[in-house]
């Protein structure tokens, strides 16, 4: 990601593959998607950085409403916006063949001042780990962009190709690449979630300075046996 954390403002993907449940597909897990990201203050809003923001009734309301015409309309995906302080996030469902979803945020999102980007960076990690703990996918990682790595679902019997900043890796693939070897791995912050799956977190500020944390990603694609690193080595 190197390239576009040179740009002045760009926007950060957060990608999710789901090849092995139907959860993307059901209603219910996304009302308590809309629900639990709530408890933690990610509010529904009706569009990004928008001003008018529901009450939770009304929100799984209008969130019932808009899937149903999404489906209704053959649309690509279902877009939701959400805003916890800084950050105003969006969580694009694909549709199509139900497989991905993916968060986006704007970089200006996080703020020059690094408590504050800290604190932000640690409340957009907090709400990708409520979207994983919810829809159970099979693998996911962020932070990158459609120019750095193409979105689309990936052959999940293999390795991944590259470390990211943040690797989920649900409980299938945990297993295959073994939790002995993922737990040898060097991370800024490693999340061991309740059905088995895995998050390696390599840095503590992947915005602004992720080159602080390289011996994480470079020992990480060793062990891993992964080729290269989103940082370019």
């Known amino acids: 990601m190197v390239k576009i954390r040179q740009m002045s403002k760009y926007t950060i993907y957060t990608v999710f593959d789901v090849q092995s449940n139907d959860r993307l597909r059901s209603l219910p897990y996304l009302l308590e998607f809309v629900k639990t990201a709530a408890s933690y203050e990610f509010n529904f809003s009706m569009d990004s950085r928008s001003k008018n923001k529901p009450d939770l009734d009304t929100a799984l309301e209008i969130v ?6 999404a489906i209704e309309n053959h649309r ?9 302080e800084d950050l105003y996030l969006s969580t694009s469902f694909e549709i199509a063949n139900w497989n991905l979803f993916v968060i ?53 019997q293999v390795v991944p190709d590259t470390i990211f900043d943040l690797n989920f890796f649900g409980p299938e693939m945990t297993k295959r690449i073994g939790k002995e070897k993922l ?11 309740d059905d088995g799956g895995s ?10 300075q992720p080159g602080d944390f390289r011996d994480n990603y470079i020992k990480t694609a060793n062990i891993l046996g992964i ?7």
């Open 64 to 69: 019932t409403q808009n899937r149903n015409r």
């Open 76 to 84: 690509v995906s279902d877009i939701l916006h959400f805003e916890n």
């Open 104 to 156: 986006t945020v704007s970089s200006n999102c996080f703020p020059r001042e690094k408590t504050r980007r800290l604190k932000a960076v640690r409340s957009f990690v907090r709400f990708c780990e409520v979207a994983y703990n919810i829809f159970a996918p099979d693998y996911g990682y962020g932070l990158t962009n459609p120019e750095l790595q193409p979105i689309a679902p990936l052959n999940l």
């Open 183 to 193: 737990s040898a791995c060097p991370t800024w912050r490693t999340v061991n979630f």
């Open 199 to 208: 998050l390696l977190e390599l840095s503590e500020d992947p915005v602004e």
């Open 227 to 233: 080729n290269k690193t989103q940082l370019g080595v």
